[in-house]
């Protein structure tokens, strides 16, 4: 697939009648027409309009494939529009440039050198509400991680390996620049802006002025900048207090006023989540956070992502984020008062009222206001806890003594809420249950669609059908992210969506294999499973890498270590039998679950990035997911959810505080215990590749899979049949 790393200037000529500049142009042009006085930057060149030019006078205009110096001079009048209608016309036909022409009129109007657009909302959050999505309506890349960066001169995109291929499908290479974080010599964003300000600071003796809105970064990133520039000062220029660069927060986010159709920010109710579901009580987890504030010397905790705030207070929403059980709100606990900000139309119903009645309900934007007045209340005395990398910038940023009042650490609910009770993980295990009844009805439909009446399905009918038989169960609310249904090639593109009308979409039948990687939100617990099928004759290679991927699967899935051990250390067991063959996969090997809520969770994972140091606990539930991908062919991956425990199981009670009892001696020791319940496809296995312990694994987790989904399935019917075909035991050499 072609990499999308080269861009050509593209020719365009604003004309701005005298009459009516509105209805002459679109809408994506109007913001030129307010500044008649000003140098406009044309896109991706550093070709501008002159004043002169937007009163009639004349303007350089870059031909596509030629510098400024080879273009030649085109003449416009304030009345004239025929002599520029060819020149205007790739730019009035594409997506990208309009955008990008727009929003360098507003950096130029506020002195701005550089504008960075996230994918962040306020709360930091993975999926973001439609209203929040500026970095996808700028680019036209909508992958949830990514960050754009545009100056006066260039438009870069930063994602992750998960969404190169993507990030090259979507973007438009004559306006952007795709940056493959994590790959040699693409530097992070921070160090990026330090080289940019250098040399700026070289040109101009001015400080390069970079523009943030504050509540869609967390404050961690600033600090990132910070020492960037001043690295990049000490380097560059000897000084490392010299300002070469000013973050710059002044002003309204500067994507809105180009989104025209920008969506309302939604305010979908709360409902409460049942306490047998949550397992313990908001007064409950009050009580233990208020103990925590007292050895931290915090008289205030603020929690802003949507999931911590879900969790503390036992609810959930369904609307505000898609695929998330979440909704838009913060939430502050004091020695003396819990309480909750956001829209009040959030909390109308008879139940949630009741819920909340011993919590002080206040409009989402007092926040800021409220958490400035507690620290203004007792300079001296009053700290507030907070976790900088999981808090936006400008809620940290309200702290007027942020060295002397500011508590800067891991926030009490997120331990609380990766380790789940046994309530909360009795609701996993059920909903996996489901799960697996669900996908052995969608199973049977699908095998008997493509091998008995030999038709094909396309990707879409694949989501839509597996939807479908899990919102037959009960409990379903809705999918738990956006089903990734990808035949052949799309398997490859590890976040993919099939969409209807596109060029991309294919459809499934027995020449090529499908990836399925799908989940469930139910009202007591998270799906999320990968598995990869063929209907047909799969290519020795292919048998090849599903078997060492499913041989990586297993090894995760045996291990046994001692408590402390940090996610990172585990990941080789996944790639091992990968890597004697050559060959690895660019994603982690597993996330974090929540509990009825969102399927990415921290802050542990499985990851061959040693920077998280986490470590595995009793009650984290992690995703185990290799895979291997080779772009314009295929995708394999192979996904179960599970728990950790202690290998003993006098480990594994739960005793209260203080009921004198106290653990086994000695080190513990973990292990995992499978939550996914769906067979493994068995004639894609190469057995000569899998030892007898692997077969034996394979037969034991089919047994499993069968005793506790059969109860679910109706005798006789097509999804009981293709269970136990699926789980009979392997066959062997």
């Given at each position: 697939?072609?990499?999308?790393?080269?861009?050509?200037?593209?020719?365009?000529?604003?004309?701005?009648?005298?009459?009516?500049?509105?209805?002459?142009?679109?809408?994506?042009?109007?913001?030129?027409?307010?500044?008649?006085?000003?140098?406009?930057?044309?896109?991706?060149?550093?070709?501008?309009?002159?004043?002169?030019?937007?009163?009639?006078?004349?303007?350089?205009?870059?031909?596509?494939?030629?510098?400024?110096?080879?273009?030649?001079?085109?003449?416009?009048?304030?009345?004239?529009?025929?002599?520029?209608?060819?020149?205007?016309?790739?730019?009035?036909?594409?997506?990208?440039?309009?955008?990008?022409?727009?929003?360098?009129?507003?950096?130029?109007?506020?002195?701005?050198?550089?504008?960075?657009?996230?994918?962040?909302?306020?709360?930091?959050?993975?999926?973001?509400?439609?209203?929040?999505?500026?970095?996808?309506?700028?680019?036209?890349?909508?992958?949830?991680?990514?960050?754009?960066?545009?100056?006066?001169?260039?438009?870069?995109?930063?994602?992750?390996?998960?969404?190169?291929?993507?990030?090259?499908?979507?973007?438009?290479?004559?306006?952007?620049?795709?940056?493959?974080?994590?790959?040699?010599?693409?530097?992070?964003?921070?160090?990026?802006?330090?080289?940019?300000?250098?040399?700026?600071?070289?040109?101009?003796?001015?400080?390069?002025?970079?523009?943030?809105?504050?509540?869609?970064?967390?404050?961690?990133?600033?600090?990132?900048?910070?020492?960037?520039?001043?690295?990049?000062?000490?380097?560059?220029?000897?000084?490392?207090?010299?300002?070469?660069?000013?973050?710059?927060?002044?002003?309204?986010?500067?994507?809105?006023?180009?989104?025209?159709?920008?969506?309302?920010?939604?305010?979908?109710?709360?409902?409460?989540?049942?306490?047998?579901?949550?397992?313990?009580?908001?007064?409950?987890?009050?009580?233990?956070?208020?103990?925590?504030?007292?050895?931290?010397?915090?008289?205030?905790?603020?929690?802003?992502?949507?999931?911590?705030?879900?969790?503390?207070?036992?609810?959930?929403?369904?609307?505000?984020?898609?695929?998330?059980?979440?909704?838009?709100?913060?939430?502050?606990?004091?020695?003396?008062?819990?309480?909750?900000?956001?829209?009040?139309?959030?909390?109308?119903?008879?139940?949630?009222?009741?819920?909340?009645?011993?919590?002080?309900?206040?409009?989402?934007?007092?926040?800021?206001?409220?958490?400035?007045?507690?620290?203004?209340?007792?300079?001296?005395?009053?700290?507030?806890?907070?976790?900088?990398?999981?808090?936006?910038?400008?809620?940290?940023?309200?702290?007027?003594?942020?060295?002397?009042?500011?508590?800067?650490?891991?926030?009490?609910?997120?331990?609380?809420?990766?380790?789940?009770?046994?309530?909360?993980?009795?609701?996993?295990?059920?909903?996996?249950?489901?799960?697996?009844?669900a996908m052995a009805k969608f199973m049977a439909w699908l095998e008997h669609?493509?091998?008995?009446?030999?038709?094909?399905?396309?990707?879409?009918e694949v989501d839509e059908v597996l939807t479908g038989c899990r919102a037959?169960?009960?409990?379903?609310?809705?999918?738990?992210?956006?089903?990734?249904?990808?035949?052949?090639?799309?398997?490859?593109?590890?976040?993919?969506?099939?969409?209807?009308?596109?060029?991309?979409?294919?459809?499934?039948?027995?020449?090529?294999?499908?990836?399925?990687?799908?989940?469930?939100?139910?009202?007591?617990?998270?799906?999320?499973?990968?598995?990869?099928?063929?209907?047909?004759?799969?290519?020795?290679?292919?048998?090849?890498?599903?078997?060492?991927?499913?041989?990586?699967?297993?090894?995760?899935?045996?291990?046994?270590?001692?408590?402390?051990?940090?996610?990172?250390?585990?990941?080789?067991?996944?790639?091992?039998?990968?890597?004697?063959?050559?060959?690895?996969?660019?994603?982690?090997?597993?996330?974090?679950?929540?509990?009825?809520?969102?399927?990415?969770?921290?802050?542990?994972?499985?990851?061959?990035?040693?920077?998280?140091?986490?470590?595995?606990?009793?009650?984290?539930?992690?995703?185990?997911?290799?895979?291997?991908?080779?772009?314009?062919?295929?995708?394999?991956?192979?996904?179960?959810?599970?728990?950790?425990?202690?290998?003993?199981?006098?480990?594994?009670?739960?005793?209260?505080?203080?009921?004198?009892?106290?653990?086994?001696?000695?080190?513990?020791?973990?292990?995992?215990?499978?939550?996914?319940?769906?067979?493994?496809?068995?004639?894609?296995?190469?057995?000569?590749?899998?030892?007898?312990?692997?077969?034996?694994?394979?037969?034991?987790?089919?047994?499993?899979?069968?005793?506790?989904?059969?109860?679910?399935?109706?005798?006789?019917?097509?999804?009981?049949?293709?269970?136990?075909?699926?789980?009979?035991?392997?066959?062997?050499?």
């Amino acid at each position: 697939m072609r990499s999308l790393i080269c861009r050509a200037p593209v020719a365009a000529l604003l004309v701005i009648t005298s009459a009516s500049p509105a209805s002459s142009f679109s809408s994506t042009a109007s913001p030129l027409a307010q500044n008649v006085g000003r140098n406009i930057f044309l896109p991706t060149s550093r070709c501008f309009l002159s004043p002169s030019a937007l009163r009639g006078g004349s303007t350089t205009v870059p031909t596509p494939g030629k510098s400024l110096s080879q273009t030649t001079q085109l003449r416009s009048t304030a009345t004239t529009t025929e002599e520029v209608t060819e020149t205007m016309a790739e730019v009035a036909e594409d997506v990208a440039g309009p955008k990008l022409v727009a929003l360098r009129a507003s950096m130029a109007e506020k002195g701005l050198d550089v504008v960075l657009v996230p994918s962040d909302d306020p709360h930091l959050s993975e999926y973001t509400p439609d209203a929040y999505k500026r970095r996808g309506f700028l680019t036209d890349f909508h992958g949830s991680a990514g960050t754009a960066l545009v100056t006066q001169d260039e438009a870069l995109l930063w994602t992750d390996s998960r969404y190169f291929n993507e990030a090259n499908l979507q973007l438009d290479a004559r306006y952007w620049k795709l940056m493959k974080q994590g790959q040699p010599k693409v530097p992070t964003i921070p160090k990026f802006l330090g080289e940019l300000a250098a040399k700026h600071y070289k040109e101009s003796s001015e400080p390069l002025q970079i523009g943030i809105d504050p509540f869609v970064h967390p404050a961690a990133f600033a600090k990132e900048v910070q020492d960037a520039l001043g690295s990049a000062a000490r380097k560059e220029l000897d000084d490392e207090d010299l300002t070469i660069g000013k973050l710059e927060t002044s002003h309204p986010n500067l994507v809105d006023p180009l989104w025209e159709s920008r969506p309302p920010i939604p305010t979908s109710p709360f409902r409460v989540h049942p306490l047998e579901y949550a397992g313990l009580s908001v007064a409950d987890k009050v009580e233990k956070i208020r103990a925590q504030m007292t050895e931290q010397k915090a008289t205030l905790a603020v929690f802003c992502t949507l999931d911590d705030v879900a969790y503390l207070l036992n609810m959930r929403s369904m609307g505000d984020v898609e695929t998330c059980p979440v909704g838009i709100a913060y939430a502050t606990i004091s020695h003396d008062q819990v309480t909750l900000y956001c829209d009040a139309a959030k909390v109308q119903s008879p139940e949630v009222k009741e819920h909340l009645a011993d919590v002080v309900v206040k409009p989402y934007d007092d926040i800021v206001g409220d958490i400035k007045g507690h620290c203004e209340a007792a300079p001296a005395t009053n700290k507030v806890w907070m976790d900088k990398s999981r808090s936006n910038l400008a809620l940290v940023s309200s702290i007027p003594a942020p060295k002397q009042q500011l508590v800067d650490s891991q926030n009490a609910v997120t331990p609380m809420k990766a380790c789940k009770n046994e309530a909360e993980m009795e609701g996993m295990r059920k909903a996996h249950i489901v799960d697996g009844a669900a996908m052995a009805k969608f199973m049977a439909w699908l095998e008997h669609t493509i091998v008995v009446e030999g038709r094909s399905v396309s990707e879409v009918e694949v989501d839509e059908v597996l939807t479908g038989c899990r919102a037959e169960q009960p409990g379903f609310m809705e999918v738990s992210f956006p089903t990734i249904a990808g035949v052949g090639s799309n398997g490859a593109i590890i976040h993919y969506r099939a969409q209807a009308g596109t060029d991309l979409l294919k459809s499934l039948d027995k020449s090529k294999p499908i990836l399925i990687d799908s989940g469930g939100q139910y009202l007591y617990g998270t799906t999320d499973v990968t598995r990869t099928w063929h209907f047909g004759e799969p290519t020795e290679e292919f048998r090849d890498l599903y078997t060492r991927v499913l041989k990586g699967n297993i090894g995760v899935d045996t291990m046994v270590f001692p408590e402390n051990t940090p996610g990172f250390v585990l990941d080789v067991f996944a790639r091992k039998s990968l890597w004697e063959a050559g060959k690895d996969y660019g994603h982690g090997t597993g996330h974090g679950v929540g509990a009825a809520l969102n399927v990415h969770e921290g802050p542990h994972s499985i990851s061959p990035r040693w920077g998280n140091k986490e470590a595995m606990k009793k009650g984290m539930v992690v995703s185990n997911e290799p895979g291997y991908y080779e772009d314009g062919n295929f995708g394999i991956r192979i996904e179960n959810l599970l728990e950790c425990q202690y290998v003993l199981d006098e480990n594994n009670e739960e005793k209260k505080e203080d009921d004198g009892e106290s653990a086994p001696a000695g080190k513990k020791f973990l292990k995992f215990d499978k939550l996914t319940m769906i067979p493994i496809q068995k004639n894609l296995i190469k057995v000569e590749l899998l030892s007898s312990e692997e077969l034996d694994w394979l037969d034991s987790y089919h047994e499993e899979v069968f005793a506790k989904v059969s109860p679910l399935l109706e005798a006789d019917s097509p999804a009981m049949k293709w269970l136990e075909k699926s789980c009979v035991k392997m066959d062997r050499l």
